[in-house]
């Protein structure tokens, strides 16, 4: 018999509680087809674009709870149609920061399709636009630009702390998590692998070689490491640690030459004169400290200022140490101009004439909205890919909360990381570009590194360097971009056997 009574059934409802049901992430990638005509080379391949759930094993009590999701990590893949898995080379790219989105490495650099920047001579007004990339390293590799957490689209799923991956080890382990997903559901074990990093992705790139290695056994054919730093020691300048102040004056003199401060002598000789001077009388001259006699620290002032282009009352007032910051808003402080961090031929004008720091790097301010503006429309235009999401390009908030307790007490650095990973793998190739205008990952800085090397004298001849006339983003100079490509092209054929 049926209740009829509807306050029974009001009831039930109430004393029922509701249970809202959590809906699992799962992987949104898109697929598309195009084709690059690349001269005469008519180039098919597959875009996948989208996020990866990212999963963690959960044991509690000594029990696993399974593979939980995590994180949604953004990656975009390019692969060449009809090609031999097993022989085709496969490079896995991310840019720094940290907190920095791989939009640059794969919009200015790597990909079928490159955003127009403009240079310091070729500004390019919005909304800019996109063309296709003539030298794309796709005619050489396949290509996976990887997104680490709160950059791109990449995010924590509901309920977990982004937090947990803003750091060394745990940065690390995602990325490393997610390569070898892709390796695996690609069926791409056997082929020749790269990590591509640029600046903080060059620290990574050399701690994943060796986290990669140990943990997966997966062993790859090269690293390409631009505007590398793989010891943040020799780039701050904290109390105590006089390095950075010799290791950068080799860039001050490059960017002093570019803004005519050498009147016409040549920039190698310039970059010889510092480089020596850098090696050897400045760090005496700093570690004597007050033990200096007041002819030698004249000597050292004049030097100093004649290298870096500012005046000897400057260099005296601030003890022989020139931090870098201070350096670009000085340089050109009498024409109320400053100088770029990433890029030292960019300047603009500086409203405050008597800062320290300058208020804006007008080498990130005067690309940063063609690189913008370019991934937004690419991606759901010609990808096919939608997301509500704001492109995090470059999150401050991820640098700021950076954890580097991995290297309590010491200096951050993955020095030892490249090293065991070479020694492990003698087969493992390193190729590192260098800017010599780039003010925040010094090439000096990088050569005094890589010398430190602990590895056997015949596994030196596994890296090559290359330089070029511009700055920590090389690519945005045409010249180097199109020499670069070809660099690179190089080293991947002769890593992967060809």
Same mark, same amino acid.
């Given at each position: 018999?049926?209740?009829?009574?509807?306050?029974?059934?009001?009831?039930?409802?109430? !004393?029922?509680?509701?249970?809202?049901?959590?809906?699992?992430?799962?992987?949104?990638?898109?697929?598309?087809?195009?084709?690059?005509?690349?001269?005469?080379?008519?180039?098919?391949?597959?875009?996948?674009?989208?996020?990866?759930?990212?999963?963690?094993?959960?044991?509690?009590?000594?029990?696993?709870?399974?593979?939980?999701?995590?994180?949604?990590?953004?990656?975009?893949?390019?692969?060449?149609?009809?090609?031999?898995?097993?022989?085709?080379?496969?490079?896995?790219?991310?840019?720094?920061?940290?907190?920095?989105?791989?939009?640059?490495?794969?919009?200015?650099?790597?990909?079928?399709?490159?955003?127009?920047?403009?240079?310091?001579?070729?500004?390019?007004?919005?909304?800019?636009?996109?063309?296709?990339?003539?030298?794309?390293?796709?005619?050489?590799?396949?290509?996976?630009?990887?997104?680490?957490?709160?950059?791109?689209?990449?995010?924590?799923?509901?309920?977990?702390?982004?937090?947990?991956?803003?750091?060394?080890?745990? !940065?690390?382990?995602?990325?490393?998590?997610?390569?070898?997903?892709?390796?695996?559901?690609?069926?791409?074990?056997?082929?020749?692998?790269?990590?591509?990093?640029?600046?903080?992705?060059?620290?990574?790139?050399?701690?994943?070689?060796?986290?990669?290695?140990?943990?997966?056994?997966?062993?790859?054919?090269?690293?390409?490491?631009?505007?590398?730093?793989?010891?943040?020691?020799?780039?701050?300048?904290?109390?105590?640690?006089?390095?950075?102040?010799?290791?950068?004056?080799?860039?001050?003199?490059?960017?002093?030459?570019?803004?005519?401060?050498?009147?016409?002598?040549?920039?190698?000789?310039?970059?010889?004169?510092?480089?020596?001077?850098?090696?050897?009388?400045?760090?005496?001259?700093?570690?004597?400290?007050?033990?200096?006699?007041?002819?030698?620290?004249?000597?050292?002032?004049?030097?100093?200022?004649?290298?870096?282009?500012?005046?000897?009352?400057?260099?005296?007032?601030?003890?022989?140490?020139?931090?870098?910051?201070?350096?670009?808003?000085?340089?050109?402080? !009498?024409?109320?101009?400053?100088?770029?961090?990433?890029?030292?031929?960019?300047?603009?004008?500086?409203?405050?004439?008597?800062?320290?720091?300058?208020?804006?790097?007008?080498?990130?301010?005067?690309?940063?909205?063609?690189?913008?503006?370019?991934?937004?429309?690419?991606?759901?235009?010609?990808?096919?890919?939608?997301?509500?999401?704001?492109?995090?390009?470059?999150?401050?908030?991820?640098?700021?909360?950076?954890?580097?307790?991995?290297?309590?007490?010491?200096?951050?650095?993955?020095?030892?990381?490249?090293?065991?990973?070479?020694?492990?793998?003698?087969?493992?190739?390193?190729?590192?570009?260098?800017?010599?205008?780039?003010?925040?990952?010094?090439?000096?800085?990088?050569?005094?590194?890589?010398?430190?090397?602990?590895?056997?004298?015949?596994?030196?001849?596994?890296?090559?360097?290359?330089?070029?006339?511009?700055?920590?983003?090389?690519?945005?100079?045409?010249?180097?971009?199109?020499?670069?490509?070809?660099?690179?092209?190089?080293?991947?054929?002769?890593?992967?056997?060809?």
């Amino acid at each position: 018999m049926p209740d009829t009574n509807p306050d029974s059934k009001a009831a039930d409802e109430k !004393d029922t509680p509701s249970v809202e049901t959590k809906v699992e992430p799962t992987d949104d990638l898109v697929t598309t087809k195009h084709t690059l005509t690349l001269k005469r080379k008519k180039l098919a391949y597959t875009a996948q674009t989208g996020r990866i759930v990212l999963r963690k094993e959960v044991i509690t009590d000594g029990k696993s709870e399974g593979h939980k999701a995590k994180a949604e990590v953004f990656l975009t893949s390019y692969t060449l149609d009809d090609a031999e898995p097993g022989s085709r080379p496969v490079t896995f790219a991310f840019n720094g920061g940290p907190g920095s989105a791989s939009v640059w490495l794969h919009m200015g650099l790597l990909g079928p399709r490159r955003v127009l920047s403009g240079d310091v001579d070729d500004p390019v007004a919005p909304p800019y636009g996109l063309t296709d990339n003539q030298e794309t390293l796709l005619a050489h590799s396949d290509l996976v630009f990887i997104d680490p957490v709160s950059t791109g689209y990449s995010r924590a799923v509901d309920g977990e702390a982004a937090k947990e991956y803003h750091g060394y080890t745990a !940065d690390i382990e995602s990325i490393g998590e997610i390569i070898r997903l892709w390796v695996s559901r690609k069926q791409r074990w056997l082929s020749p692998k790269f990590l591509a990093g640029e600046s903080y992705g060059t620290l990574r790139a050399a701690g994943l070689a060796s986290h990669l290695q140990e943990r997966h056994g997966m062993y790859f054919n090269g690293l390409l490491l631009i505007s590398s730093v793989l010891d943040l020691g020799t780039l701050r300048f904290t109390e105590g640690n006089d390095l950075p102040y010799s290791l950068y004056v080799p860039t001050y003199a490059a960017i002093a030459h570019y803004h005519g401060l050498h009147g016409d002598r040549p920039l190698d000789d310039v970059l010889a004169d510092a480089e020596d001077f850098a090696a050897k009388e400045l760090p005496w001259a700093l570690a004597r400290g007050a033990r200096l006699s007041t002819q030698d620290r004249a000597e050292i002032v004049a030097t100093l200022a004649s290298l870096t282009g500012l005046s000897e009352s400057y260099v005296d007032r601030v003890n022989l140490r020139i931090e870098h910051v201070r350096y670009f808003t000085e340089l050109l402080r !009498d024409k109320g101009l400053v100088v770029g961090r990433m890029d030292g031929r960019f300047t603009t004008w500086e409203p405050d004439g008597g800062r320290e720091h300058m208020s804006d790097d007008p080498s990130i301010s005067r690309i940063i909205g063609a690189y913008t503006g370019g991934l937004n429309h690419y991606v759901r235009a010609e990808l096919g890919y939608e997301n509500d999401l704001p492109y995090e390009i470059l999150s401050t908030d991820v640098f700021k909360a950076w954890s580097y307790s991995d290297f309590e007490g010491r200096s951050v650095s993955s020095v030892d990381s490249l090293a065991s990973a070479m020694r492990a793998n003698p087969h493992l190739r390193v190729h590192v570009a260098f800017g010599h205008y780039d003010g925040a990952t010094p090439y000096f800085a990088s050569e005094h590194v890589l010398a430190r090397l602990q590895i056997p004298e015949e596994l030196r001849e596994n890296i090559d360097t290359a330089y070029y006339p511009a700055g920590h983003m090389m690519y945005v100079h045409e010249e180097s971009r199109v020499r670069q490509a070809k660099d690179l092209a190089k080293f991947i054929k002769a890593a992967s056997g060809k």
